[in-house]
C-alpha cells in the first residue's frame, strides 16, 4: 500500500470514527446537549481535529442521516421486484419493521431524535427520503388502481400505514416492549401491521 493510499484509508477511518462517535452521543444525551468538544472527546482528539472533516455539528448529524437514509432504502430496495402491489406494500411493510429492529440507532436517528429540521430539506438524505416515501405512496396507489382498497384517497392510507409502522418501531427502538418475551417482539410487530392492512381494505 502505497503512502497517499495509508493516508487516504486512515482519513476515512477517522471520519468514521467521528460519526460513529456522534451517533452513540446523540442517542445517550439528545442532539442538543452533545457538542463538537463531547464528540472529540469520545474519540480522544481534539475538537481541532473535527472540524478537519465536518464545519458544525450540523453537517455531523447530516452525513450520519444520509448514511442512514442509504441503509434503508437499500434494506427496502427489493420490494420493488414484486410486480403485485399488494404483495408489494405487504413486503415493504415487513421490511420497514425489519430495518428498525435491526438498525434501531439508525432508525432512532431518522425518526425520533429532536434535531434541527430548518435546512434538512435541502440536503442529499431529505432527498433520498422523499423518493423511498413516494415509491410508498405509489404503491398504496397501485393497490387502489387494482381495488385491494376501497378508498381512494391513497395520502391518507399511506399516511395511516407509515404511522402505525412507526409506532410499531419506535416502541421496540426505545425499548417499550419489555412485557413481551424478547423472540415474540419481531413477529408481534409483523402480525400488527398486517392486521393493519387486513383492516384498512375496508377503507
Not at 444520509?66 to 404483495?87: G, T
Not at 425499548?175 to 398486517?194: I, N, Q, V
Amino acid at each position: 500500500m502505497s503512502i497517499s493510499e495509508r493516508k487516504e484509508r486512515e482519513k476515512k477511518e477517522m471520519r468514521q470514527a467521528i460519526l460513529d462517535a456522534a451517533l452513540n452521543l446523540f442517542r445517550e444525551k439528545g442532539y442538543d446537549a452533545v457538542s463538537i468538544r463531547n464528540i472529540a472527546e469520545a474519540i480522544e482528539y481534539s475538537p481541532a481535529t473535527i472540524y478537519l472533516y465536518f464545519k458544525d455539528k450540523n453537517e455531523i448529524f447530516f452525513a450520519l442521516q444520509y448514511e442512514a437514509a442509504a441503509v434503508k432504502r437499500d434494506h427496502l430496495l427489493p420490494v420493488a421486484q414484486i410486480e403485485d402491489p399488494w404483495q408489494r406494500l405487504t413486503e415493504f411493510g415487513r421490511r420497514y419493521i425489519d430495518f428498525g429492529m435491526k438498525h434501531p440507532g439508525l432508525y432512532d436517528l431518522l425518526f425520533i431524535i429532536r434535531a434541527p429540521m430548518e435546512s434538512v430539506e435541502n440536503q442529499e438524505c431529505w432527498l433520498l427520503g422523499m423518493s423511498v416515501h413516494k415509491f410508498f405512496e405509489d404503491t398504496v396507489q397501485a393497490c387502489i388502481d387494482a381495488r385491494y382498497f376501497k378508498s381512494t384517497d391513497a395520502k391518507t392510507i399511506a399516511y395511516t400505514l407509515w404511522c402505525h409502522a412507526h409506532g410499531l418501531v419506535s416502541l421496540f427502538v426505545r425499548d417499550r416492549m419489555r412485557m413481551y418475551p424478547p423472540e415474540e417482539r419481531g413477529e408481534l410487530a409483523r402480525k400488527s401491521f398486517a392486521m393493519l392492512l387486513k383492516m384498512a381494505e375496508t377503507l
